[in-house]
Nanobody, 116 residues
């Protein structure tokens, strides 16, 4: 079955950095676009960044552009999100996502808290 397992979240001070990872299995990882999403308390889940299967193209939410970088290593079946210059408003649970055969698959999420 499809599995997505995130890691790398934690507590960081404003201006700090974190790198999230998402290991995928159960589907042809190198053939599918993937994305990171986040959900803050009381808010809807939102797209943070997306990357095509071969990393030809990336897309970012306006609020993170220039601070976050999405990347992937298909040989390791791993998706990354490098987050720099973190702000309190980046506090959320971060999820990786893949769509396959018209189904949606989400990881369990990893908490990112930005606070002094």
């Amino acid at each position: 079955q499809v599995q997505l397992v995130e890691s790398g979240g934690g507590l960081v001070q404003p201006g700090g950095s974190l790198r999230l990872s998402c290991v995928g299995s159960g589907f042809p990882f190198s053939s599918h676009a993937m994305s990171w999403h986040r959900q803050a308390p009381g808010k809807e889940r939102e797209l943070v960044a997306a990357v095509t299967a071969g990393s030809e193209m990336t897309n970012y939410a306006h609020s993170v552009r220039g601070r976050f970088t999405i990347s992937r290593e298909n040989g390791k079946k791993t998706l990354y999100l490098q987050m720099n210059d973190l702000k309190p408003e980046d506090t959320a649970v971060y999820y990786c996502y893949v769509g396959w055969f018209e189904d949606d698959y989400w990881g369990q999420g990893t908490q990112v808290t930005v606070s002094s």
